[in-house]
Structure formats: C-alpha cells, structure tokens
C-alpha cells in the first residue's frame, strides 16, 4: 500500500473540514428538528417527533404556546401554492427553455450570439433587483399580486435554466443522427420528433426538475410579487422566523430538505443520463 505524503494529509484533512463547513449547518438543523425543548433549541431535551406530528396536524403533547404554526391548514395552503405555483412556472419555462434552446442550435441568424447572452442574464441579476424589477412592471401594468405574477415572474429565469440544460444537451448530440434522418426522407418536424426529441429529453426533463425546485425554494423575488392571499411555503416560513425559531421550523426545513435532494438527484440522474447515440 502507497504511503500518504505530508502534502497529501494535509489534502484529505482539508476536505473533512471543507465539508463540514458546507454541511455542519444542514446537519444540525436535521438533528434539532428532533428536539423536544421549545424554549432553546440549542439545548438538547430528549428526542420528540412531535414538532413533525405538528406539522400535518397529527396529536402531540405541545402545548399551543409552544407552536407557530397557526394551523395547519395555512401551512397547507401555502405548500399547495408553492406546488401550484412552481408547476406551472415549470411547464412554461420548460416549454419556452426548449424551444429556444433548439432554434439558437439548428438556425443562425443575425444577433445570434447577443441573444444567447441575453438568456443568460437573469441568472446572474441579483434576486432583489430582478424582484423590484417585476413588482414595478406588474403594478405599472395594472396587475393583480398573487400566483399569476409569482408564475411569470419564475418563468423570467427559470426559462435560462432550462435553456443552459437542454443547450448542453444539444451540444453533445451527434448531428450526423438528424442528416441521417432527413436523408431517408423525413421533414423537419418527423426529424425532431423521432430524432431530436428523444435525445434530449433526459435533459428537457433534468432542466425541468432543476425549475421546479427552484421555483419551489425561491423567497426573495416571490416575496415582491405575491399577493395577501398567494404565500407561498418559503414566505411562509419566513413570516414563522420573524417570531423566533423554535424545532417546528427546524422539521419544515427538514421536509424541504429531503424533497430538494430527492428532485434534484432526479434532475441531475436524467441530466447526465447517456443515450445509445452517444
């Protein structure tokens, strides 16, 4: 077996504290949503899973003060706007991401290049000026605040998400598949629907996945552009936060949590995932 060099111990005890930097906070917040003390949270008092039961409106032994949560049917209806919400934005943005993702790789045009860029853009803007950019143009136009403008206020970058990953997607397809195809006779709409479409549609799905649950954790933007009646789960919280933090919190984020990695594992698997053409 190889002997480890000075240099090399030195690597491997900088990654153990590289990633205990990034996750010890996750980790702690997983392990005090099991905290039975609602007073402190930093001070273990046995573990409960209690503050879960709370949650989805289950029998506990807390006491009313020792909750947040208004009801449960407020978190409810604020998860259900989130799902409404991040949904339809999806759809949308995976549908405009696509499409515009195929056109800037099949056709050149004048700007070509200008354009890309620009899709690019609103990943990069800063949240808080992307969100008082949109609650100027909506209220300027007369708009109602509620889902509708949370929906196309997501669309406006979410669109380039989809755009980066299915443009990748397209980057790695082999082009002599679609010459093959119009050489046995099929037009352009045949070429993309047989062809086209079934190769890149792990990452039209990737890039879905990867929206929605962007969508799903965004807080700053939606918070300038949603309605008294359109909170969504991470307004909501915040809304809970301003009251102090007690393990209830700790056990929504923790739910949050296991949904993003379970969606983004998904996004990633079909993002990566190969084709025979490849």
């Known amino acids: 077996m190889k002997k480890q060099t000075p240099l090399g111990r030195l690597l491997s005890i900088y990654s153990v504290f590289f990633f205990i930097f990034l996750y010890a906070p996750v980790i702690l917040i997983v392990i005090y949503s099991f905290n ?10 046995g573990f409960t899973l209690d503050w879960y039961r709370s949650i989805f409106g289950l029998k506990t032994t807390l006491t009313d003060s020792s909750s947040y949560v208004d009801s449960t049917d407020q978190l409810l209806n604020a998860l259900l706007n989130s799902l409404i919400v991040a949904s339809s934005a999806t759809l949308v943005a995976t549908f405009l991401g696509t499409s515009t993702a195929v056109a800037l790789a099949r056709y050149r045009f004048k700007l070509h290049s200008f354009y890309r860029l620009l899709l690019f853009v609103p990943m990069v803007m800063p949240d808080i000026v992307l969100g ?9 136009a007369g708009f109602t605040l509620g889902n509708s403008t949370i929906i196309i206020g997501h669309c406006t970058f979410l669109t380039s998400y989809v755009f980066i990953v299915v443009s990748a997607r397209l980057a790695g397809m082999n082009p002599l598949t679609e ?3 119009a050489d046995l006779g099929a037009n352009e709409w045949q070429t993309f629907r047989r062809v086209t479409l079934p190769l890149i549609l792990p990452g039209v799905i990737g890039g879905a996945l990867l929206s929605f649950i962007i969508s799903m954790d965004d807080l700053v933007i939606t918070y300038f552009i949603s309605g008294v009646d359109s909170t969504t789960l991470p307004v ?3 809304g809970m ?8 919190i700790n056990a929504i984020a923790t739910l949050m949590l296991l949904f993003s990695v379970v969606i983004a594992s998904a996004g990633i698997y079909f993002k990566s995932k190969n084709t025979s053409t490849h």
């Open 236 to 238: 909501f919280i915040l």
């Open 36 to 45: 039975s003390n609602p007073i402190n949270i930093m001070i273990w008092d």
């Open 179 to 181: 010459a093959a195809s």
């Open 132 to 140: 008082i950019a949109l609650l100027i143009f909506f209220v300027g």
């Open 241 to 248: 936060i301003r009251r102090g933090i007690k393990p209830e």
